[in-house]
């Protein structure tokens, strides 16, 4: 595996890895330009409407916006999902015969300025079902783009304004993934756009009914790289986010296999963007390691959904697990369950122990609140892409206006968990090597 091509921080910046426990979090407020927080993620795929309507189904998020044939877009097709403040954007190309008519045409139908049609297609033969772009809203995506590129990021596309009501600008994040920059053009008589210029609503009743599990936001997207320091030094050069929390293979590895792990931040920690890396030496190879084959190269690894009631997210999407929804990761042995009333018994009900031991649900907890967890099987074909549905207990603040809100990253990222979640990935790997030994011919 190559290593990652990114600009290192200079050396006072650079980043140096110490370990859960003497890790001390700070927030420096050391943005170096308005982030607000998670605007959209977008997935490059070979049929966006099959896929978005998987989605749907599976997490109950009705598709809500497209941009398609139907709307004179000839270039790609996107259908945007949506569940409370929740945007994931599904993206395919169309002809590329047609793509090309279109260019010499000099018409411009697309709806994303910075899609490119054999980008595309290359990137899913490359990759399968996976993330293009972690989209952040900002205060000016102009000054956004700029900055980084100022302090050290590889720029991917420079600001487009889109019907002089928003403007998007991509810069390089790792791998074949980009960090997109979305702003909104104050107008006094035009209200802001429900998702991008260009995109028409979709009636809700098209989507399968009913479509409401109780995802309300994204909390992180982590991704997976080579060698965690460069990325990291490289993120935070440009952006001037913060160390949030990190971990290494002591931390959160088994006996077999393990991984070095950091956090990044902006200002108000409402954009949360953990880096994994693999560690070598270990009995097994590390999954972080089994994904960078698989994905070939880095790449976003899991978006964890905040849920409002993580019971009824689980009871709804464990009812379609097997007809078209999605399947989760083999539960930890009822031990574990048992030690529960005496790790979180202050926080969760006996009935709630019960319910979690019911669907599988793992919880965590650090000095602040309390952290309900659960992981999906990976939800393509390699086993790269997954999620994970949380809820955070605790950690309530009020802001200046009085409005109360939760304090980014409350429970912490499920450390006491790690271990569990690695040994049933470590039982799944093992299955798949299993089969494809049985099916091995001798020699």
């Not at 009333?341 to 122990?353: C, M, N, P, R, W």
Request: charged letters at 25%; aromatic letters at 10%; proline letters at 5%.
């Amino acid at each position: 595996m190559g290593k990652e091509n990114v600009t290192v921080a200079s050396s006072q910046d650079s980043f140096k890895l110490v370990g859960f426990s003497k890790f001390v979090r700070t927030n420096p407020k050391s943005d170096r330009f308005n982030v607000k927080r998670f605007h959209h993620v977008e997935f490059w795929c070979s049929d966006a409407t099959n896929t978005a309507r998987r989605f749907s189904w599976g997490l109950g998020m009705p598709i809500v916006a497209k941009s398609d044939l139907s709307t004179g877009n000839v270039t790609h097709a996107s259908y945007l999902l949506r569940s409370g403040d929740l945007n994931f954007l599904f993206t395919a190309p169309y002809s590329p015969t047609i793509a090309a008519m279109e260019n010499l045409s000099h018409t411009v139908t697309s709806s994303i300025p910075t899609f490119n049609h054999q980008n595309c297609r290359d990137f899913s033969a490359k990759h399968g079902l996976a993330v293009r772009a972690i989209a952040v809203e900002v205060e000016d995506a102009d000054v956004a783009f700029h900055t980084s590129v100022s302090h050290g990021a590889k720029p991917v596309a420079e600001p487009v304004i889109l019907d002089d009501r928003a403007v998007l600008a991509e810069v390089h994040l790792y791998g074949d993934v980009v960090l997109r920059y979305i702003s909104y053009k104050n107008h006094p008589n035009q209200e802001k756009p429900n998702f991008l210029p260009k995109f028409e609503a979709v009636d809700e009743t098209t989507s399968f009914p009913p479509l409401d599990y109780g995802i309300r936001r994204l909390d992180h997207a982590v991704g997976n790289v080579p060698e965690l320091a460069p990325a990291v030094s490289y993120l935070k050069q440009f952006t001037g986010f913060h160390e949030f929390a990190e971990f290494t293979a002591e931390d959160v590895g088994t006996a077999e296999s393990g991984l070095n792990s950091a956090v990044l931040a902006n200002n108000s920690e409402t954009v949360l963007l953990p880096m994994n890396e693999p560690v070598f030496g270990t009995k097994r190879k590390s999954q972080i390691q089994t994904y960078l084959e698989h994905n070939e190269g880095a790449g976003l690894q899991h978006l964890a959904l905040v849920s409002r009631d993580i019971f009824e997210t689980l009871r709804e999407m464990r009812k379609r697990s097997s007809i078209g929804g999605f399947e989760f990761m083999p539960s930890p042995p009822p031990t574990y369950y048992k030690n529960l009333k005496k790790k979180a018994g202050d926080v969760l009900s006996d009935e709630q122990i019960k319910e979690c031991e019911e669907l599988g649900i793992l919880v965590d907890r650090d000095d602040q609140g309390t952290l309900l967890q659960i992981f999906t099987k990976p939800v393509g074909d390699r086993p790269t892409m997954f999620i994970e549905i949380i809820q955070r207990v605790g950690c309530m603040m009020k802001d200046e206006a009085g409005r109360e809100y939760q304090k980014g990253g409350c429970g912490g990222f499920g450390k006491g968990n790690f271990s569990e979640l690695f040994k049933s990935i470590e039982e799944y790997e093992k299955t798949l090597e299993a089969k494809r030994i049985a099916k091995t011919p001798e020699a």
